[in-house]
């Protein structure tokens, strides 16, 4: 990544996941499975922010995998509490007790995958009361989808009151154009005041790096939503990636969509703080003392 002008207080990843196979394996509420190789610990990740001269990280509890099923997800927080907060995945009909244990454990949002029967839905009986309960801890709610599956969600969403953070660029089918439904209505949000991630493009890329059929999507987002509600996020470790993918190339996509420094600082650095609570680190982190330095002795 360029170095920006002035020292950044924090560059974050907004987007990634963890996984310890060891201690925590697949869970049954999983959308689907992910191959041993694909998967990467929270040091993996941390080590992997470390090279790329990032301070912190937001984590999304893997449907792929984990499901509702957040202890993987918790444990890399209490260890790495200074550095990652978390996106959880909790099922309807959780104890109301416990969206305050997670708020505390550093959970500051909740996933939805709209286009995964897994995933807790936003059309069942207890969505309405999961929904109030995110909005009472000041949680997000983030939405993954792709396609028009948006579109119902969109009045359940606003009744819901929550904030919004839309993933990986709401998924929109370079082959169908700008006009497609959904990518027209996640624009719409933009304007109301959601935050989207531009994130994960690789994932519905046509032409593969260096991603240039996404550029217009990513200007019409940014139009939308304006640069002070877009951040971005890897989507590390890459799971079901069809080609090699890595930070360095996502970054460059990012720089060409982004290419004035004061911009890229508030994608990078000021947005993600303002809306995620990121704050500075106390003390420069190496790659080398990650383990040490980022967490209670072990």
Known sequence: MKAPDQPLACIVDSHAHVYDLARYPFDDTRGFDA?????????????VLDAHGFTH?????????????????????????????????????????????????????????????????????????TLR?????????????EGDTLLDAIPVLRRSGVALVIDHCGRPNPEQGLRQGGF??????????????????????????????????AAALIDAFTIDRCVWGSDWPFLRAKHRVDHACLLQALHRWVPDQADLRKVLSDNPGRIFGFTAMPTHFSSQSAEQSSGPPS
Do not use: M
Request: net charge neutral; glycine share 10%.
């Open 184 to 217: 027209q209505a996640l624009l719409e949000l933009g304007r109301e005041g959601a935050v989207v991630k531009l994130s994960s493009i690789f994932r519905f890329s046509r032409q593969g790096f260096p991603y240039r059929d996404i550029d217009p999507y």
């Open 35 to 47: 191959a041993p190789h694909e998967v990467g610990s929270v040091e993996q990740f941390l080590c």
């Open 57 to 129: 990280g937001l984590l999304a509890n893997p449907l792929g995998g984990y499901g509702t099923d957040n202890r993987c997800l918790l444990d890399a927080l209490q260890k790495y509490s200074n550095r990652l907060k978390g996106v959880a995945l909790v099922a309807h009909g959780t104890a109301e007790s416990e969206f305050a244990r997670l708020s505390a454990a550093g959970i500051i949002g909740l996933r939805f995958n709209l286009n995964f029967p897994e995933s807790p839905s936003l059309f069942d009986v207890g969505a309405e009361r």
């Open 133 to 145: 309960l995110a909005r009472e801890q000041g949680w997000f709610a983030q939405i993954h989808y």
